[in-house]
């Protein structure tokens, strides 16, 4: 999108399944598809309550938009398990990592939350950290 005028600026990026494509989020919520990514919808133009901080690929080709208060929208067959959005957390969320069956959400204190089939198997929240924590990945 470079060059491109922008209501919010890009938060994340996520390629296709097959590596042949690729999906930007705007803090909007906006995306923007490229290659063979499928545009299945997005947050863009919709009041949020907080903004969009990462996107997450399915596996399958659906995708999820995760906000900073937790707030998770899927779409394209992503299946939605539950979110933070709603829940008091001590940091704000800053991504997602989605799995087959499941998904994580990472708070920029290390704190981890899972849903679906994700197991919960440790995290640093709760734990003194030198910078915050500004991505995740599976």
């Given amino acids: 999108m470079g060059g491109m005028p922008l209501n919010k600026p890009i938060v994340g990026i996520a390629t296709t399944p097959d590596g042949n ?3 930007e989020v705007a803090s909007d919520g906006g995306i923007f598809a ?3 990514a499928t545009f299945f919808g997005s947050m863009g133009g919709k ?3 907080a ?3 990462g996107i997450g690929m399915t596996p399958a080709g659906g995708y999820y938009e995760v906000a900073s208060d937790g707030g998770l929208f899927a779409f394209g067959g992503a299946p939605f398990f539950e979110s933070m959005g709603g829940m008091p957390l001590n940091k704000p969320i800053v991504g997602i990592a989605p799995l087959s069956s499941g998904y ?3 708070a920029s204190d290390g ?3 899972a849903f679906g089939n994700a197991p919960f198997i440790g ?3 709760g734990k003194p950290v030198n910078a915050p924590i500004v991505a995740m990945t599976t």
Avoid: A, R, T
């Fill in 21 to 23: 494509g690729y999906y």
């Fill in 34 to 36: 490229f290659g063979d």
């Fill in 47 to 49: 009041p949020l309550n």
């Fill in 51 to 53: 903004p969009i901080v």
């Fill in 104 to 106: 994580y959400e990472v």
């Fill in 111 to 113: 704190g981890i939350f």
């Fill in 123 to 125: 995290s640093e929240g």
